[in-house]
């Protein structure tokens, strides 16, 4: 069993060369790349965020630690590719509209390319008018959504609407994600499907295209 003590502390502290070299170590200990992501990576930005509510950190903090995570979330890439020929299927996704939290959308992008879907990444802030735009262009099967501020998720329902407006909200699935989004919300915008995390954004994308 891998301790990830180390780890935590020094995605807390933004400290990206002892992040990056612990990353290393656990892996060259062999420990597996998910639980590195969940049990070091993730248990550390949730704790950041922790201390951002109590007052303990700020803004500059923040965005140093989402720095470390970054580099060292590049060490395990490899390990999520599956490796697959065929694609599983078309995926647009973005962070809505007033939002630029990241990690979590690139979280998913990453893992569910992995699984073997192609992946359109709009990257950060993006209007209905933008996924409306580029979903006529790439014909996606499904359009995620990410969005982690209380304040910017009511850009989810507003593009649904901008796809219904344009004819297409049939022709995909929309998923949706990120911290204060809920299955409860998912349902009262009439979105397909939820998924609480980057693994289950992947089974849930599958069993909404019924793909193995
Ligand atoms: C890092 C961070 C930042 C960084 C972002 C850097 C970046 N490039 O992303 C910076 C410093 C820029 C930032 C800024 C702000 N932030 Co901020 N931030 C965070 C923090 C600490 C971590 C977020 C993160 O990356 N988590 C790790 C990832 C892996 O988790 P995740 O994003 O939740 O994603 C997972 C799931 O949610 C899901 N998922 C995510 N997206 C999707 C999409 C789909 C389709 C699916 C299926 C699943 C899915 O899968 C992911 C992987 O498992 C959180 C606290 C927290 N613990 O969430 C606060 C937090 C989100 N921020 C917060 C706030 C208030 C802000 C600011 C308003 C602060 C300010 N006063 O300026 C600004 C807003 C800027 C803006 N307009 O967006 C609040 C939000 C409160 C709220 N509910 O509205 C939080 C919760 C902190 C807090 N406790 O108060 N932030």
Redesign the pocket.
Known sequence: MSDYKALIEAVIKGDIKTAVAETQSVLDAGSNARDILDKG??AG??E???R??KGQMF??Q??R???T??ECMKLLEPFFQEGDITSKGKVL?G?VK???????????SM?MEGAGFTITDLG??VSPESFVQKAKEVEPDIV?????????MPSMPRTIEALQRAGIRDKVKV???????TEKYAQEIKAD?????????VS??KNLLGVS
Not at 98 to 108: E, S
Not at 146 to 151: F, G, I, M, P
Request: hydrophobic share 50%.
């Open positions: 990576l993730i930005m949730d950041v965020g922790e951002f509510s803004v500059p923040m965005l630690s989402a720095k995570m970054k996704i962070t007033g939002d630029l939290h990241d990690i979590g959308k690139n979280l998913v893992m950060v802030d995620a959504m990410s969005a982690l501020l209380s304040t910017t998923m949706i994600g990120g911290a204060p989004v499907s939820y998924a609480s995390d980057a693994g289950s954004a849930k994308a």
